[in-house]
């Protein structure tokens, strides 16, 4: 496992799956081990994928300063990786919450980013964060489920702040993906363990996000991004998530049919295929791919 010192000393380990150009993984949660990510639905045929673990998440090291698990306070780590692997740019792929992260990185550093993958990433940095609504929207999606008449008032209470709820989130983890099956189930089941609490909390705090330096920032970054939505997913909603590629001056917007929070286990060819086809430099059109940018 290759580790690297951050610049404040902390070790920081991560995971390198498949062969060809190297990808940078940025994993949600927010701050949750990239074990989750898995092989991106089988990504790891097209691209290297470097898979870092945030500080205090999977093998990185817990760091000495717990403050510096806020979200802009982590630019530095994705940056020190860039200098480790010797890239003069890199192509950068992040999840979720992740997504804000990158979108600070670019921001931060516009020259090192070659192309930017955001998945299924609420626009937090842009001050756009999902609701509580948008979440039950979604999950109102799912009504012919049949789980749906049990899961939903659980997820509701959860939305609504009820302790007990957030007990057994299994109870309701259906509608963060859009096939509820076995290999959802195990994905959601292994959630346990992968997610330092703790540094989630600090992850949005105060002062992590300027979203109007941020748009200023992301309008200066030349690099082509892709924005991708899940039809069923409520945080973000494609609606939501579409306003970040707004914030770009390159972006394709895509929503993928049927998937929820987690695309490439709900579709993996599908996810794989309009991945590598935009770092491959391949423009894709049809009904649900937009052409964002100024």
Do not use: I
């Amino acid at each position: 496992m290759p580790t690297f010192a951050a610049p404040d000393g902390t070790e920081l380990a991560y995971h390198v799956k498949g062969e060809g150009e190297p990808l940078v993984v940025l994993p949600g949660g927010p701050m949750r081990a990239s074990v989750y990510l898995g092989d991106l639905g089988g990504l790891t045929a097209h691209r290297r994928l470097v898979l870092l673990d945030l500080r205090g998440t999977g093998d990185s090291a817990v760091p000495a300063d717990p403050a510096t698990y806020r979200c802009d306070r982590l630019v530095d780590d994705v940056e020190a990786l860039r200098v480790h692997l010797g890239l003069e740019r890199m192509d950068v792929l992040a999840h979720s919450a992740a997504g804000s992260l990158a979108m600070l990185y670019a921001g931060r550093y516009p020259q090192r980013v070659a192309r930017l993958v955001l998945v299924t990433a609420t626009p937090w940095a842009l001050g756009r964060p999902a609701t509580a609504e948008h979440r039950l929207a979604a999950a109102r999606l799912r009504t012919d489920e049949p789980w749906f008449a049990r899961a939903y008032p659980v997820f509701e209470a959860w939305l609504g702040g009820d302790e007990e709820a957030d007990q057994d989130l299994t109870a309701f983890a259906g509608f963060f993906y859009g096939r509820w099956d076995d290999t959802a189930r195990a994905h959601a089941a292994a959630l346990d363990g992968q997610v330092n609490d703790a540094a989630g909390d600090v992850y949005f705090s105060d002062g992590a996000f300027d979203p109007v330096a941020t748009r200023r920032a992301l309008g200066r970054v030349a690099a082509p991004v892709l924005v991708l939505a899940g039809e069923v997913d409520g945080g973000p909603r494609p609606e939501l998530a579409r306003e970040a590629a707004e914030a770009f001056v390159d972006a394709e917007f895509a929503v993928q049919p049927g998937a929820g929070h987690y695309p490439w286990l709900d579709g993996p060819e599908w996810f794989t295929g309009r991945v590598t086809a935009f770092l491959d430099g391949r423009r894709t059109a049809g009904p649900a791919a937009w052409r964002c940018g100024r």
